[in-house]
């Protein structure tokens, strides 16, 4: 590993009577760090599929778009787990932001450089390249909510850091339209305007690079300052593994990751999560279209109050799951997929020309549906030691997106052109059904017992 990635060194311990204060400041301010870090990370997400469009009057089929733009979840799904492994011997404050900056990098290149754009085959491998580095967002934040926040109040924080990604997709579109109109005028006809859509997310993402990098921090001993679990008084009673030395890789994979019974069994329900939430998510417009008569506006604004109900939801899930259940994730994913279940089935059953129905529904699976997605990643915090959380996190994630995103894509397409929309809606019942069954598995599974 490269030396100036490694883990930032524990310093002598300050005064007890600074601890309080210092402990505070830094708190809120690594938190505000990896919040915008991550968000950033989401304004330069789903560039592409903004410039779609313009490639599509060039030429280009949506075929081979399409296929250039799968590129970005499969590249992301292995990535999470592999740079989520270099993430827990890794110092989170320059890994985090190398990878935004190294992201950056990758738009920025396709805005300036217009041969990157003109043929399938160097976009896929560009679009491969930028999931790669986003791979690089998720763990180094995971490492910094593990060592800056104990296991009863990890729940509310990581909710809330996991709206940035709702935050950073959402300003992404119009911060891409106005990279759009000042390319368009100020580029002197060597850009066709459309390359905007990289360029300016990609230079806010480098500032916002730079403000993530002075504000965290690695780890509490590296600031002088007592492990977590001692400053909040907050021991689970039953876990065996409360020390702060760094594990090797071996250590991290095989005693901690791939042989705990627990990771596979969220690994295994993020595949259900992610098919539900994928396969609802990028169909929505499509089958409102053509099933409830909504027009391209209509959809429009479905899918978007889809993704910010988001946030609420995301927030209500951590908070019941750390003051209702102490720490116990299972139950309120449990909860919230039974919800979700019944939502989607409101949703397809629905006649069409009751539009207001198809959005109460569709808005209750955006609620619903991203406090499981963020619960899982949390578990997956949760069930293994502090210097393997990134690794967990990765394999999860890596299941989720090959197993479930990808997946739920090409099932529901299959489906819905071979046997209908009710085909694909009763194959997103069952599934939906099976994740909230998985669950249970979970069930009176707290935070680091029984590691």
Same mark, same amino acid.
């Given at each position: 590993?490269?030396?100036?990635?490694?883990?930032?060194?524990?310093?002598?311990?300050?005064?007890?009577?600074?601890?309080?204060?210092?402990?505070?400041?830094?708190?809120?301010?690594?938190?505000?760090?990896?919040?915008?870090?991550?968000?950033?990370?989401?304004?330069?997400?789903?560039?592409?599929?903004?410039?779609?469009?313009?490639?599509?009057?060039?030429?280009?089929?949506?075929?081979?778009?399409?296929?250039?733009?799968?590129?970005?979840?499969?590249?992301?799904?292995?990535?999470?787990?592999?740079?989520?492994?270099?993430?827990?011997?890794?110092?989170?404050?320059?890994?985090?932001?190398?990878?935004?900056?190294?992201?950056?990098?990758?738009?920025?290149?396709?805005?300036?450089?217009?041969?990157?754009?003109?043929?399938?085959?160097?976009?896929?491998?560009?679009?491969?390249?930028?999931?790669?580095?986003?791979?690089?967002?998720?763990?180094?934040?995971?490492?910094?909510?593990?060592?800056?926040?104990?296991?009863?109040?990890?729940?509310?924080?990581?909710?809330?850091?996991?709206?940035?990604?709702?935050?950073?997709?959402?300003?992404?579109?119009?911060?891409?339209?106005?990279?759009?109109?000042?390319?368009?005028?100020?580029?002197?006809?060597?850009?066709?305007?459309?390359?905007?859509?990289?360029?300016?997310?990609?230079?806010?993402?480098?500032?916002?690079?730079?403000?993530?990098?002075?504000?965290?921090?690695?780890?509490?001993?590296?600031?002088?300052?007592?492990?977590?679990?001692?400053?909040?008084?907050?021991?689970?009673?039953?876990?065996?593994?409360?020390?702060?030395?760094?594990?090797?890789?071996?250590?991290?994979?095989?005693?901690?990751?791939?042989?705990?019974?627990?990771?596979?069994?969220?690994?295994?329900?993020?595949?259900?999560?992610?098919?539900?939430?994928?396969?609802?998510?990028?169909?929505?417009?499509?089958?409102?279209?053509?099933?409830?008569?909504?027009?391209?506006?209509?959809?429009?604004?479905?899918?978007?109050?889809?993704?910010?109900?988001?946030?609420?939801? *995301?927030?209500?899930?951590?908070?019941?799951?750390?003051?209702?259940?102490?720490?116990?994730?299972?139950?309120?994913?449990?909860?919230?997929?039974?919800?979700?279940?019944?939502?989607?089935?409101?949703?397809?059953?629905?006649?069409?020309?009751?539009?207001?129905?198809?959005?109460?529904?569709?808005?209750?699976?955006?609620?619903?549906?991203?406090?499981?997605?963020?619960?899982?990643?949390?578990?997956?915090?949760?069930?293994?030691?502090?210097?393997?959380?990134?690794?967990?996190?990765?394999?999860?994630?890596?299941?989720?997106?090959?197993?479930?995103?990808?997946?739920?894509?090409?099932?529901?397409?299959?489906?819905?052109?071979?046997?209908?929309?009710?085909?694909?809606?009763?194959?997103? *019942?069952?599934?939906?059904?099976?994740?909230?069954?998985?669950?249970?598995?979970?069930?009176?599974?707290?935070?680091?017992?029984?590691?």
């Amino acid at each position: 590993m490269f030396k100036f990635l490694k883990p930032a060194k524990h310093i002598k311990p300050l005064p007890s009577e600074k601890v309080d204060d210092t402990y505070k400041r830094l708190r809120l301010q690594v938190f505000l760090g990896i919040f915008l870090g991550y968000a950033g990370y989401y304004l330069l997400r789903k560039n592409f599929s903004l410039a779609m469009p313009y490639l599509i009057d060039e030429g280009f089929s949506k075929t081979g778009l399409g296929v250039a733009l799968s590129a970005i979840s499969i590249a992301y799904g292995i990535s999470k787990f592999v740079m989520g492994t270099v993430s827990d011997r890794s110092n989170a404050r320059i890994f985090l932001t190398l990878g935004l900056i190294l992201t950056a990098i990758v738009n920025l290149l396709l805005g300036f450089i217009p041969v990157l754009t003109s043929s399938i085959f160097i976009m896929f491998v560009m679009m491969f390249l930028n999931g790669w580095f986003q791979g690089m967002g998720w763990p180094p934040s995971g490492r910094v909510l593990v060592h800056w926040y104990s296991v009863s109040e990890r729940g509310s924080k990581t909710a809330i850091w996991n709206v940035a990604h709702n935050v950073g997709g959402g300003l992404m579109a119009p911060l891409a339209l106005v990279g759009v109109t000042l390319i368009s005028t100020w580029s002197f006809g060597y850009l066709k305007g459309f390359e905007g859509t990289f360029i300016l997310p990609a230079i806010v993402a480098i500032i916002i690079a730079l403000i993530s990098y002075s504000l965290i921090r690695d780890t509490p001993q590296s600031e002088g300052l007592p492990p977590i679990e001692a400053y909040k008084d907050d021991y689970d009673t039953n876990s065996k593994h409360t020390i702060e030395t760094e594990l090797t890789t071996k250590e991290i994979l095989f005693k901690y990751v791939l042989n705990n019974k627990w990771v596979w069994a969220i690994a295994i329900a993020n595949i259900f999560v992610y098919f539900v939430r994928c396969g609802v998510l990028d169909w929505a417009p499509t089958y409102l279209s053509e099933e409830k008569d909504f027009n391209l506006k209509a959809s429009g604004w479905a899918y978007f109050l889809y993704e910010w109900a988001g946030i609420p939801g *995301t927030l209500l899930c951590g908070y019941i799951s750390d003051k209702v259940f102490k720490g116990r994730r299972g139950p309120a994913g449990f909860i919230f997929m039974l919800g979700v279940t019944i939502a989607v089935i409101v949703y397809w059953l629905n006649p069409a020309g009751n539009p207001l129905i198809d959005n109460i529904a569709l808005i209750s699976i955006g609620f619903l549906i991203y406090g499981p997605v963020m619960l899982i990643g949390l578990q997956a915090l949760d069930y293994v030691p502090k210097k393997a959380a990134g690794t967990a996190a990765g394999l999860t994630g890596l299941f989720g997106y090959l197993g479930g995103a990808v997946m739920a894509n090409i099932i529901m397409g299959l489906l819905v052109d071979h046997l209908g929309w009710d085909a694909g809606f009763l194959i997103l *019942t069952i599934i939906s059904i099976l994740a909230m069954l998985s669950f249970t598995l979970t069930w009176h599974k707290r935070g680091q017992s029984s590691i």
